[in-house]
């Protein structure tokens, strides 16, 4: 049998661990308060079914796994939420404000946090988390083709959508004004 994990162990996770599974949630839900309950989630996850976590293995990848999925779940639970008029938590407007995202990609994470979750996965874990796309696919539970599909599609979307935004703004003075 598999040993169970000590508090010491999962302190140790939780500092090394939390602001990475936090930052995932944020760019997934676009929602501070979402991404909260899902960082508690994971970390209660990560105590119940320590046992099943092959230490030899990275750890990233499995506690990336962890969140995605509760993401998904949350996020499915939301839908039912609103369906039958429950409060749901606010989502923020950028995940910027809070310095996840990098000043000069402001625009570009507008864009992104509009995709559709399935695009947005991918984008945010191989762009913003910096995942390969055979890690991206592992975490997502997905054949590597399905992922690079998923990664083309919101791509193709970005640049349409940005396409539409340069087209609608006048460059004057050095400067990208607004028609």
């Known amino acids: 049998m598999k040993t169970q994990i000590t508090e010491e162990k999962l302190t140790q996770l939780f500092n090394e661990h939390s602001a990475y599974v936090y930052r995932t949630a944020l ?4 929602s501070e308060a979402l991404a909260d309950d899902i960082t508690q989630e994971t970390f209660i996850k990560v105590m119940k079914k320590y046992d099943l976590y ?3 293995r990275p750890f990233r990848p499995w506690i990336n796994r962890i969140t995605v ?3 998904r779940n949350m996020l499915r639970k939301q839908t039912w939420l609103k369906l039958f008029g429950q409060h749901m938590p606010e989502a ?3 995940a910027g404000g809070q310095g996840f995202v990098p000043d000069s990609s402001q625009e570009v994470w507008q864009h992104v946090a509009k995709l559709s ?7 945010v874990l191989h762009y913003y988390q910096d ?3 055979e890690e991206a696919a592992q975490v997502l539970g997905i054949p590597l083709g399905t992922c690079k ?3 083309n599609s919101a791509l193709s979307k970005l640049r349409i959508v940005m396409k539409q935004d340069s087209d609608n703004a006048l460059f004057q003075g050095g400067k990208l004004y607004e028609r």
């Open 131 to 133: 995942l390969s796309l």
């Open 27 to 30: 760019l997934l839900t676009r």
């Open 54 to 56: 092959d230490e030899g």
């Open 92 to 94: 923020v407007d950028t």
């Open 117 to 123: 979750l399935k695009c947005r996965e991918v984008i």
């Open 69 to 71: 999925n509760i993401t």
């Open 149 to 151: 599909s998923r990664l």
